[in-house]
């Protein structure tokens, strides 16, 4: 048998033959899949090109993340790689990154020398801790993924995060009223937005929890209304209906039995009894039933370094927080815990 070399022009042949016959390319969805299923409608697509078809008609596109969901940061890598990103968005806004360390964070995604003791102050210092201290891998996967995507693009072409959570140093922090005076993380995030993305030009992608990016919330309202432009939200969650479909797939609210589906009857999605989801958002990631999808922990041994331990405990006494520390150095089991829909 011959050995014939796969050169570019010859996978471009044999993807185009395989497309012509219905079969799914490199991040496409089948044909066949695409035009038939009444489940999800024609208009479904796999998660990168629904985000890279909404960027190119949206200034700003907001994803809502599922926090600690291993699968919802699969599918962000699969978007982060994509070859046709870097172009149509500048900035990539984020929840999980403390803004004081914003010129730290530059210079890490621009490739430059970051030691790991300082860059691990990005996440572990927000506002959120010691409730949440980000310490789970998919974090510092995502900035070291923004960091491998630019290496090899000029200086134009680079994505930039921006840190969106308040700039609370707590090297100075001594009383709850020291925290409270970060409490209006929404109206942070506004500023960091009509500073570094709208007042010159840009366009983003917000990454956040997906309470913050609903549609009759703060952010989402405030954008639309100084920039005169609809944004796209994309938000992560299940529904029994969806048994049968692909896994990292985003399904349009408009034309589909979402726009009027009760947000109450979707699992890991912050909805209640009444609630439409079309109202309330445009597009649904569908990344699993419940049994299938699992969280990503921090390692417990984080949690045994005396000097970040002790701090964790101080932090919790300032804030008077129940949040129980010792379970961080427990080992969990990674089985996703949903909560039941209300009965309504």
């Not at 959120?128 to 891998?137: F, G």
Request: one cysteine or more.
């Amino acid at each position: 048998m011959t050995n014939q070399r796969l050169t570019r022009r010859r996978l471009m042949a044999i993807t185009g033959a395989a497309g012509a016959a219905g079969i799914a390319g490199p991040g496409l969805a089948p044909a066949a899949y695409a035009g038939q299923n009444t489940t999800t409608g024609g208009n479904a697509r796999p998660f990168a090109d629904a985000v890279i078809a909404a960027l190119r008609k949206h200034r700003i596109v907001a994803v809502g993340e599922i926090h600690a969901q291993q699968e919802h940061y699969d599918a962000m890598q699969t978007l982060l790689f994509d070859p046709r990103l870097p172009g149509l968005v500048d900035d990539i806004v984020v929840e999980f990154g403390n803004a004081l360390y914003q010129p730290r964070m530059d210079r890490f995604t621009n490739g430059e020398l970051v030691e790991d003791r300082d860059l691990r102050l990005v996440w572990r210092n927000t506002t959120q801790s010691p409730s949440n201290t980000w310490d789970s891998p998919m974090h510092e996967q995502f900035f070291r993924s923004v960091r491998a995507v630019n290496w090899s693009l000029p200086a134009e072409r680079k994505i930039r995060v921006l840190l969106g959570d308040p700039p609370i140093d707590w090297a100075k922090v001594r009383t709850r009223d020291d925290v409270l005076a970060y409490g209006d993380r929404n109206g942070h995030t506004m500023s960091v937005l009509e500073r570094e993305v709208l007042a010159k030009g840009r366009r983003a992608l917000i990454c956040y929890g997906t309470n913050h990016v609903r549609r009759d919330g703060d952010i989402i309202p405030w954008i639309e209304h100084v920039t005169g432009r609809r944004t796209y939200v994309i938000v992560a969650g299940t529904h029994p209906r969806l048994a049968s479909a692909p896994r990292r797939i985003v399904v349009p609210a408009a034309g589909t039995w979402l726009a009027s589906a009760d947000t109450n009857d979707f699992r890991y999605l912050p909805g209640e009894c009444g609630e439409r989801f079309g109202e309330i958002f445009d597009a649904l990631l569908y990344l699993g039933q419940v049994e299938v999808v699992t969280q990503s922990l921090a390692n417990p041994a984080v949690f045994l370094d005396p000097e970040y331990w002790a701090e964790l405990q101080r932090r919790k006494a300032i804030k008077e927080s129940d949040v129980n520390l010792d379970e961080f150095r427990l080992q969990q089991s990674v089985k996703w815990q949903a909560r039941p829909p209300e009965q309504c």
